[in-house]
T-cell receptor, first 115, second 110 residues
């Protein structure tokens, strides 16, 4: 296992379409996080999973956003009815138990462009 | 709410020492982390301070003062490859929510 993997790396979609991103964390990591990052800004927290349970969700995550981690391994982030403001880099990170989320290993991200 | 403030840009000379400051406001503060991100790359973890004082890891050191809600990252013997954005991140509020600062873009010049 070489790290956190995200797919696709790039996605261009038309406004109003639905998109889904996938994240495969480091295999022994129980904790998984989704962040969104726009140019010149730090990553914004979106949601957090402990195994398959979604324990925290930012109010930034509107009802158009949903995330799942059905078997406590990979996770998906879906955005419905995309808007131009959704254009950003979507980052996934994972960490093992005991670090409290402070040492997170990030994937390379999925860059979403909504046209 | 939670917020972290950092200088937006810093320029330093190769071989020199640079300090990147971070002040934070967060409820239920647990600790402060630092991440490095090169353009087009993913953030990579550098260090974490849960207690006051200095943590040293090679050329990088990080300091925390909980009473002052302040921390800094110290980079010594700067190399050109250190040119990147550096983010402080605080764990607080919701137990697992880590909030990132807006980042400091470091440019190392010859």
């Amino acid at each position: 296992d070489t790290g956190v993997s995200q797919d696709p790396r790039h996605k261009i979609t038309k406004r109003g379409q639905n998109v889904t991103f996938r994240c495969d964390p480091i295999s022994e990591h129980n904790r998984l996080y989704w962040y969104r990052q726009t140019l010149g800004q730090g990553p914004e927290f979106l949601t957090y999973f402990q195994n398959e349970a979604q324990l925290e969700k930012s109010r930034l995550l509107s009802d158009r956003f949903s995330a799942e981690r059905p078997k406590g391994s990979f996770s998906t982030l879906e955005i419905q009815r995309t808007e131009q403001g959704d254009s950003a880099m979507y980052l996934c990170a994972s960490s093992p138990d005991g670090t409290g989320g402070t040492e997170a290993f990030f994937g390379q991200g999925t860059r979403l462009t909504v046209v | 709410g939670q917020s972290l403030e950092q200088p937006s840009e810093v320029t330093a000379v190769e071989g020199a020492i640079v300090q990147i400051n971070c002040t934070y406001q967060t409820s239920g503060f647990y600790g402060l982390s630092w991440y490095q991100q090169h353009d087009g790359g993913a953030p990579t973890f550098l260090s974490y301070n849960a207690l006051d004082g200095l943590e040293e890891t090679g050329r990088f050191s990080s300091f925390l003062s909980r009473s002052d809600s302040y921390g800094y990252l110290l980079l010594q013997e700067l190399q050109m490859k250190d040119s990147a954005s550096y983010f402080c991140a605080a764990r607080g509020g919701g137990y697992q929510k880590v909030t990132f600062g807006t980042g400091t873009k470091l440019q190392v010049i010859p």
